[in-house]
Nanobody
Framework: VQLVESGGGLVQPGGSLRLSCAAS????????MNWYRQAPEKERELVAH????????NYVDSVKGRFTISRDNAKRTVYLQMNSLNAEDTAVYYC???????????????WGQGTQVTVSS
C-alpha cells in the first residue's frame, strides 16, 4: 500500500491550497480515507474524513466551512481543498486509511509521508 501526498507549500494568510493523495495497493473504492495534520509540538489530529462512496464527510470544528475533502475513485485519489488558511493551519498533513492490501488477509493502518503546509506572510 502506498499513499503519496502532494500539494503542500507556503501560502499567505487567507490563501488556498489543494492537497492530493494518490493511493495504490488496495481496493481504494471500498475504504474510507482521512486527512490528519501535526503541528510542531502538538499531537496529530484528524482533520477530515470521507466515506468510501464520498457522500459521508466529517471535519474537525476548526476547519469546518473552510476545508473540503473529496475523492475521485476512478483516479484513486483523495483531495483536501483548504481555503481561508491561517497560521494555525501550519502543519504537516498526512493521508491515512485503514485497509486490507491486495493479497492480504487483515486490515492495517497506513500513512503517507506527509506534506508540509506553512501559512505565513
Amino acid at each position: 500500500v502506498q499513499l503519496v501526498e502532494s500539494g503542500g507549500g507556503l501560502v499567505q494568510p487567507g490563501g488556498s491550497l489543494r492537497l492530493s493523495c494518490a493511493a495504490s495497493g488496495f481496493a481504494f473504492v471500498s475504504y474510507a480515507m482521512n486527512w490528519y495534520r501535526q503541528a510542531p509540538e502538538k499531537e496529530r489530529e484528524l482533520v477530515a474524513h470521507i466515506g468510501s462512496g464520498g457522500d459521508n464527510t466529517n471535519y474537525v470544528d476548526s476547519v469546518k466551512g473552510r476545508f473540503t475533502i473529496s475523492r475521485d475513485n476512478a483516479k484513486r485519489t483523495v483531495y483536501l481543498q483548504m481555503n481561508s488558511l491561517n497560521a494555525e493551519d501550519t502543519a504537516v498533513y498526512y493521508c491515512n486509511t485503514h485497509a486490507r492490501p491486495w493479497g492480504g488477509f487483515y486490515e492495517y493502518t497506513y500513512w503517507g509521508q506527509g506534506t508540509q503546509v506553512t501559512v505565513s506572510s
